[in-house]
């Protein structure tokens, strides 16, 4: 199977604009998460989506969004961004009834 | 609140010696503890998981873990480094019931020189 795949896996942006990164999961796997990892705080959970349902949100603000589509492939948004938005943006994914997650390879984002 | 700590921030040790990266934890009840391995410019992999039964679990490319109630730690281990195993090591929980949100620790640098 192919495993959680990511585009871009590369992005600069301008403060002040917004991006759309995109997230392929493992075929069968209808649980999608977002991670942002950073040197200073590690991996930040962000939120899971399992069949189009927002299952958990972490603490991030408003400006962090997500969704599901009926393939499960999932979108992350982050609007009006932010310096310290930089960092490297993790999809994980997940069959039901397992707990173990599948990292994609990440995007990059930095904002300028 | 559930907490992981990775307490050493790197680890070196040389090529064909015994390794050990170290986790401890904070959670209500039983844990469901997991090891994942990220190497560069890669997302993270998993290598292995404890939920309940044997303290020993065994995972992949020969690592293992050692659950300890007592000492609420799940630290990794592999009889034999070899230079390939370098790379960002971090250690998750989840509470009973693999209630959703995971924690992770900030990750263990492991450096195996030659």
């Known amino acids: 199977k192919a495993g959680v795949t990511q585009t871009p896996r590369y992005l600069i942006k301008t403060r002040g604009q917004q991006v759309t990164l995109s997230c392929s999961p493992i075929s069968g796997h209808r649980s999608v998460s977002w991670y942002q990892q950073t040197p200073g705080q590690g991996l930040q959970f962000l939120f899971e989506y399992f069949s189009e349902t927002q299952r958990n949100k972490g603490n991030f603000p408003g400006r962090f969004s997500g969704r599901q589509f009926s393939n499960s492939r999932s979108e992350m948004n982050v609007s009006t961004l932010e310096l310290g938005d930089s960092a490297l943006y993790l999809c994980?994914?997940?069959?039901?009834?397992?707990?173990?997650?599948?990292f994609g390879p990440g995007t990059r984002l930095t904002v300028t | 609140a559930q907490s992981v700590a990775q307490p050493e921030d790197q680890v070196n040790v040389a090529e064909g010696n015994p390794l050990t990266v170290k986790c401890t934890y904070s959670v209500s009840g039983n844990p469901y503890l997991f090891w994942y391995v990220q190497y560069p410019n890669r997302g993270l992999q998993f290598l292995l998981k404890y939920i309940t039964g044997d303290n020993l679990v065994k995972g992949s490319y020969g690592f293992e873990a050692e659950f300890n109630k007592s000492q609420t730690s799940f630290h990794l281990k592999k009889p034999s480094a070899l230079v390939s195993d370098s790379a960002l090591y971090f250690c998750?929980?989840?509470?009973?019931?693999?209630?959703?949100?995971?924690?992770f620790g900030r990750g263990t640098s492991l450096i195996v020189h030659p």
């Open positions: 998750a929980v989840r509470g009973p019931g693999g209630s959703y949100i995971p924690t």
């Open positions: 994980a994914s997940s069959p039901e009834g397992v707990l173990e997650q599948y």
